[in-house]
């Protein structure tokens, strides 16, 4: 079924927008963060116009759902190069082609290279699973849980060269649940994940975001960027054991 509200963020017939942030979003699978992402924008007609939605994976359930909505789909497969270099320049030449403000990533699954993120310095966004710097790289909620940590969360930041290191642009928390496993702190927290990937979306939108010289991140008029998501125990326990 075709979606014909979303053709707007596609850019005219006239060419790219340029009073609209260009925003190319990079998924590896369900696409979730890109699904909360696009529905914001089209919702709150923000100034967004998503020049792709581009994949490493054919297959991957979010490609078919920005398909349906009429949103520029892209896919390119990893597995057809030999060296992360060259699927690196492979990607950089698209996205150079597409010259995006920014590259927001949402679940794409491939590490990018130094050369590729110094390119796009200050414009590559990742949300990352885990109250960063805590927990950098994989099986974040398994590795929170074995550590015993009592609230875990999710990192908005821009993408260094380092692993899950880049300027923190928001943070959100969520309480660790004493019956907790990897997968119910995981579907605890992905709404929150699509609370704040949002949020962070405006700031870019309405240009708000700065990246300061001392490789902090300042969001004009806004005093924090910092959310409890849904606590999910009542304030009275606190009380009850303090
Ligand atoms: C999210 O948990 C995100 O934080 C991580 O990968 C997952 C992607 O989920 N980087 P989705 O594809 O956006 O649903």
Redesign the pocket.
């Known amino acids: 079924m075709a979606h014909p509200t979303a053709n707007h963020l596609a850019g005219g017939p006239s060419g790219p927008d340029r009073s609209r942030v260009r925003v190319a979003i990079l998924?590896?699978?369900?696409?979730?963060?890109?699904?909360?992402l696009v529905q914001a924008a089209l919702a709150e007609d923000l100034p967004v116009e998503i020049c792709t939605v581009l994949s490493n994976r054919a297959d991957?359930?979010?490609l078919a759902w920005a398909r349906e909505r009429g949103l520029p789909t892209d896919v390119l497969a990893h597995v057809g190069f030999d060296s992360r270099p060259a699927f690196d320049a492979a990607l950089r030449a698209r996205l150079e082609q597409l010259a995006p403000d920014y590259i927001l990533?949402?679940?794409?699954?491939r590490v990018l290279g130094d050369e590729l993120v110094r390119r796009f310095e200050g414009r590559i966004v990742?949300?990352?699973?885990s109250l960063l710097p805590a927990f950098p790289g994989l099986h974040?909620h398994a590795r929170a849980l074995a550590q015993g940590v009592q609230w875990h969360g999710?990192t908005v930041h821009f993408v260094t060269p380092e692993l899950d290191h880049g300027p923190i642009i928001a943070q959100a928390t969520i309480p660790v649940l004493a019956d907790d496993t990897p997968e119910r702190l995981?579907d605890r927290?992905?709404p929150v994940?699509?609370r704040i990937?949002t949020q962070v979306l405006r700031w870019l939108a309405w240009r708000r975001v700065r990246l300061m010289p001392d490789g902090r991140v300042l969001v004009e008029g806004e005093p924090h960027r910092a959310w409890l998501g849904p606590t999910q125990f009542h304030e009275q326990d606190c009380h009850d054991h303090g």
């Open positions: 998924i590896s699978g369900r696409g979730s963060n890109m699904q909360s991957a359930a979010g990533l949402a679940g794409f699954m990742n949300i990352h699973p974040t999710c995981a927290l992905l994940e699509h990937y």
